[in-house]
C-alpha cells in the first residue's frame, strides 16, 4: 500500500511539472523578488545585484523566479528636457547597467512609477525625488526611457500622484498603456497599483491588479488581504491576475502563516514577488517558497483563481480546476484564519467528485491516502492545506453562487456607494449575496461556465434576499434570466426583506457544455441574489 501512495506521489509531481513547462506560454503570474517591503526608497545599485545574485544562486530563478524588480526609489527627478534621470548617490550609474546585469543572469527587469505627477514615496516616505517624475504628461517620452533606453520588461503604476489630481482610473491607466505600446514593441508585463480591484476594464489593460491596500508582515494583514480577494475568482484568468501583493515570507510570520500566505497566494493565481532580503532568508522560508507543487500550482496553464465552496463559522474550503478545466483532478484549500484549531469536513460531492479521491498534501509533499464521503482534516490556527485531488467521477455542479459571478460594472474603489457588490447576509448558502443589481441591464450577474453533461431541461431555482424598503424603491423590483441569450421576465417576487431567503423556480433549456447565464434587471433594481441551483428533468418515456 505505501508504494502504491509512493508511486501516486510521483506521477503526481511528473503531472506538475508538465504543468509548470506548458505554462510558460500562458502568461502565468509573475515570479520574483521586489525591493519594496524590506528596503522601501533606501535602495541602490550595489544592493539590486546582490538580490539578483543571490536569486541565482540560491536557485530560485530556476525555480521560477525571474523578474527583479527595482520598485519606488530610484527617481532622482527630471533633466530640463523632462528626461527621467535616477538617484544622484543610489544609482549614479542610471539604469541600463542595471537592467544588463539582471538580463545577463537569464533574468527580467522590473520597475515602478506613478499614473499621475508624483510617487508614493514622495508622499508617504519623504522622497523629494519622487515630486514630478510620474507618467502624468510624460507618457510617451517615460515610456520611451522605460522600455526603450532602459529596457525594463515589467512595470508596476501607482495612483498616490493621480488621486491627488482627481483623475479617472480608467482613463489613466489607459492613456499609459496606448503609450507604452506606441513606443515599444515588446510585450510589457503591466501592474495596476491602486489598492483596491479597480474595475474590469483592467483586464483589457493590464496582467495583474493590486486589490488591496500594502501589505505589511504581520498576520492581520494577510488575513485582511485574503478576506478580499474571496469572491474575485470571476476576474482572473487566461493571463490576468488578482495582485494580493508582493510576499512577507521570510520576514518574521510563523511557520503556519507562511505556509498560508504562500499557498493561499498559490491557489488564487496571485503574482509571487519575493519581498525579503535573500542574502539573509531563513532556510525553512526559502524551502516553502521553492516548494516545486505549489508553484505548479500557482503556475498552473489554466490560470484559474480558487474561488469559496464551503464557508462554515470562521473556515473557508476554496476549490479549482488544474491542469484541465472539468478534468479529474483539482486543488483545494482548506483556511483556518481563526486563532484555535479547527476540523474541517468536506463532502467530495462539494468539490463535484463521486466516489473515491486520491488526496496529496502539497505543503508538506506528502500523499495522504484515498477518501471516499469527505476529506477530514483538523488545521492549525492562521494555517492551511492545500491538496491536489484526483477523483474518478467528476459530477455536474448542481450549484452556482452568486459570489462567484463576474459583475460587469464591480469595482471595489469604494467611489459609488450605490454600485454592485458582494454583500455578507446570514444564511445565504456561503454566507454571501451580491446585492445593488439591476437598473440597467449592463448591471448584471454573469456566470459563463455553467455546466451540462449532456444538455436538456432543467428547473432552475435561484434563492434571493429582497432588498431593504428604506434603501431602494422595492414596489416594482424583478428578476431577468438570460440563459445563451433568451430572456425571461420574473415579476411574481416576494418583496418583504423580512422573508429572508426566497426561490422562485423557472424551467431553463441547457446546452451540452458550456452556458451563459445572467440575472439582473433592466429598469428596475433587482433583489440581492444568493445562488442558483439546477435539477435535471427527466425526459417522460415514451410508451
Ligand atoms: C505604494 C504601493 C507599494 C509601493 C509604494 C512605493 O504604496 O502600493 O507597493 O510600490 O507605493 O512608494
Redesign the pocket.
Known amino acids: 500500500m505505501k508504494h502504491m501512495l509512493f508511486l501516486a506521489g510521483t506521477v503526481l509531481f511528473s503531472a506538475l511539472s508538465v504543468g509548470i513547462m506548458s505554462a510558460q506560454t500562458a502568461n502565468p503570474p509573475v515570479m520574483g523578488w521586489s525591493s ?1 517591503n524590506t528596503y522601501r ?1 533606501n535602495i541602490n545599485d550595489e544592493l539590486i545585484r546582490k538580490q539578483a545574485d543571490a536569486a541565482v544562486r540560491l536557485g530560485l530563478r530556476d525555480a521560477g523566479y525571474i523578474y527583479i524588480n527595482i ?2 526609489g530610484f527617481f532622482g527627478g527630471r533633466d530640463s528636457e523632462g528626461n527621467l534621470i535616477t538617484h544622484p548617490e543610489r544609482f549614479p550609474d542610471g539604469m541600463k547597467g542595471i537592467v544588463d546585469y539582471i538580463h545577463a543572469r537569464g533574468m527580467k527587469a522590473g520597475t ?1 512609477s506613478d499614473a499621475g505627477c508624483n ?3 514622495s508622499i ?2 519623504n522622497d523629494i525625488h519622487g515630486v514630478g517624475v510620474g507618467f502624468y504628461g510624460h507618457e510617451l517620452q517615460d515610456a520611451d526611457m522605460f522600455f526603450n533606453k532602459w529596457g525594463f520588461d515589467f512595470i ?1 503604476i ?1 495612483y ?1 500622484g493621480a488621486d491627488k489630481l482627481a483623475l479617472e482610473e480608467q482613463e489613466r491607466y489607459s492613456a499609459i498603456c496606448s503609450a507604452i505600446k506606441d513606443v515599444c514593441g515588446r510585450d510589457i508585463s503591466l501592474n495596476i ?1 491602486r ?1 483596491a480591484f479597480p474595475g474590469t476594464w483592467a483586464r483589457d489593460l493590464a496582467r495583474s491588479w ?1 486589490i488591496s491596500p ?1 501589505i505589511n508582515p504581520s498576520w492581520a494583514s494577510v488575513r485582511s488581504i485574503i478576506s478580499r480577494n474571496l469572491y474575485l475568482s470571476a476576474y482572473a484568468g487566461e493571463g490576468h491576475y488578482n495582485d494580493m ?2 510576499l512577507e515570507i521570510g520576514r518574521g510570520l510563523s511557520s503556519d502563516e507562511e505556509q498560508t500566505h504562500f499557498g493561499i497566494w498559490c491557489i488564487m493565481s496571485s503574482p509571487l514577488l519575493i519581498g525579503c532580503d535573500l542574502t539573509s532568508i531563513p532556510e525553512q522560508s526559502l524551502e516553502l517558497l521553492k516548494n516545486p507543487e505549489l508553484i505548479a500550482l500557482n503556475q498552473d496553464p489554466l490560470g484559474l483563481q480558487a474561488y469559496v465552496v464551503q464557508h462554515s463559522g470562521e473556515g473557508y474550503v476554496l476549490v479549482k480546476d488544474i491542469l484541465e478545466k472539468r478534468g479529474q483532478v483539482r486543488a483545494a484549500a482548506l483556511y483556518n484564519p481563526s486563532d484555535t484549531t479547527m476540523h474541517f469536513s468536506v463532502p467530495l460531492e462539494a468539490l463535484e467528485f463521486g466516489g473515491k479521491a486520491e488526496i496529496r498534501d502539497l505543503v508538506a509533499r506528502t500523499s495522504l491516502g484515498k477518501v471516499s464521503g469527505s476529506i477530514e482534516a483538523d488545521v492549525p490556527a492562521h494555517g492551511v492545506k492545500i491538496l491536489r485531488i484526483e477523483g474518478k467521477e467528476r459530477l455536474e455542479p448542481e450549484i452556482y453562487e452568486a459570489e462567484w459571478a463576474m459583475l460587469p460594472m464591480f469595482n471595489d474603489l469604494g467611489k459609488n456607494f450605490k454600485g454592485i457588490n458582494y454583500r455578507p447576509f446570514e444564511g445565504a448558502s456561503g454566507g454571501m449575496t451580491v446585492s445593488r443589481s439591476g437598473s440597467r441591464w449592463e448591471n448584471h450577474l454573469e456566470w459563463d461556465e455553467v455546466y451540462s453533461t449532456k444538455g436538456g431541461k432543467y428547473e432552475m431555482t435561484i434563492s434571493y434576499v429582497p432588498v431593504e424598503p428604506d434603501e431602494r424603491e422595492v414596489n416594482d423590483q424583478c428578476i431577468e434570466v438570460e440563459v445563451n441569450g433568451q430572456k425571461t421576465v420574473l415579476k411574481d417576487i416576494v418583496r418583504d426583506r423580512a422573508e429572508g431567503i426566497c426561490r422562485i423556480f423557472l424551467p431553463v433549456e441547457l446546452q451540452r457544455g458550456y452556458n451563459t447565464v445572467r440575472i439582473g434587471s433592466s429598469y428596475t433594481w433587482a433583489p440581492d441574489i444568493d445562488c442558483f441551483r439546477l435539477r435535471k428533468l427527466q425526459a417522460p418515456r415514451m410508451r
Open positions: 519594496w526608497v520598485d519606488d515602478y510617487t508614493c514615496g508617504w516616505d508596476k501607482d498616490c497599483c489598492w493590486r500594502d501583493d508582493m
